[in-house]
């Protein structure tokens, strides 16, 4: 593949499922199809959907970056894509929710437990597939602390995001603490993907931090147009309104609790709290609340995000200059502002 020769705006299943082959664990007296059954099967199937690959295709462009005309090995993309799944398994657990990617999640599929596990593995399944590359022991090293730091990262993140709900926290930190979770979760993981290229590319100091600040703006970015577009349905509509249906402390109410008076403010949290406790009258709810929150954040948000994409990626090209591979990523992020609705 040349220079110019980017990847296309796609999901990745095939190469992604290429690489489950052969990862029944070796020297069983077990048949791969028991193993398959019992632990591959919920992955695959989570795999298979389609997604916007984003990450993987961040990877790719990292690589690019750092003057490679070569293609970037596969388990980079795949080790992101993975613990990108894996997180989705166990998050849709957390939240109860009942669909994923156009289908059912993998728990209502296969069960609570066995989706469990097989989430949890997906966190470990990367780590082998690093092992597997025959890096150098240093790039090895560099991406394996990443990684890991990560991951601790993803799940600080989600500890804010599962415990604290609308109301439990002083009008003054909410912006504060939707911000750091946001960092945390989608941030850290898109910064992991422009590390991933990057550094086995060969990006050390400076360098490497310019690809993982891009990522996490991004990240951070991009996660402000999905819980915008939470509000409406977006492109996924079984997905509307899931944030205010368990008390999310999403990017909504960042946005309220920095531009309303208290006694506004507290309304809202109010009537939030109703919507928890008041099942019969939910849906009303739900309704009136998502309309005074869009009423908050402002025919100008999605405007004002996409001028932040922008500006990360011209810090970008201060770094590397535009290029082949900043054009693509240009085209690649107006591609994922269009799909958040």
Avoid at 144 to 163: I, V, Y
Avoid at 298 to 319: H, N, P, Q, T, Y
């Amino acid at each position: 593949m040349s220079a110019n020769a980017l990847p296309k705006s796609s999901s990745l299943p095939s190469p992604l499922l290429a690489l489950l082959q052969g990862h029944a664990p070796k020297h069983s007296a077990l048949p791969p199809e028991l193993w398959r059954k019992v632990l591959l099967a919920p992955v695959e199937e989570i795999l298979s959907r389609p997604g916007k690959a984003f990450r993987a295709h961040l990877v790719e462009a990292a690589w690019r970056l750092l003057g490679r005309d070569d293609d970037a090995p596969k388990e980079l993309a795949a080790i992101v894509e993975i613990l990108h799944a894996g997180s989705m398994v166990v998050d849709d657990i957390e939240d109860g929710s009942d669909t994923r990617r156009g289908g059912p999640a993998i728990h209502k599929m296969f069960g609570m437990p066995v989706a469990l596990n097989a989430g949890n593995w997906m966190y470990f399944l990367p780590f082998e597939l690093l092992n597997q590359m025959g890096l150098p022991a240093d790039v090895q090293a560099l991406l394996t602390n990443k990684m890991l730091a990560t991951l601790s990262a993803c799940h600080r993140g989600q500890a804010l995001d599962l415990a604290l709900c609308v109301g439990d926290v002083e009008q003054e930190l909410v912006a504060d603490v939707v911000a750091e979770t946001t960092t945390l979760k989608t941030g850290a993981l898109m910064g992991l993907a422009a590390v991933l290229g990057g550094g086995a590319a060969g990006a050390r100091g400076k360098t490497l931090e310019a690809l993982d600040r891009f990522g996490t703006r991004l990240g951070v970015a991009l996660q402000k147009l999905d819980d915008l577009g939470n509000l409406c349905g977006g492109a996924d509509p079984e997905k509307r309104h899931e944030d205010l249906k368990n008390g999310r402390l999403a990017w909504p109410w960042a946005w309220a609790a920095q531009s309303l008076e208290t006694e506004a403010y507290d309304k809202l949290v109010a009537a939030a709290r109703d919507v928890q406790t008041s099942r019969k009258s939910q849906a009303a709810g739900i309704e009136w609340l998502s309309a005074r929150l869009k009423a908050v954040a402002g025919a100008e948000r999605r405007a004002a995000i996409a001028a932040e994409v922008m500006s990360s990626l011209r810090d970008l090209e201060c770094v590397f200059g535009r290029s082949p591979t900043t054009a693509f990523l240009r085209n690649e992020v107006s591609r994922l502002e269009a799909s958040y609705g």
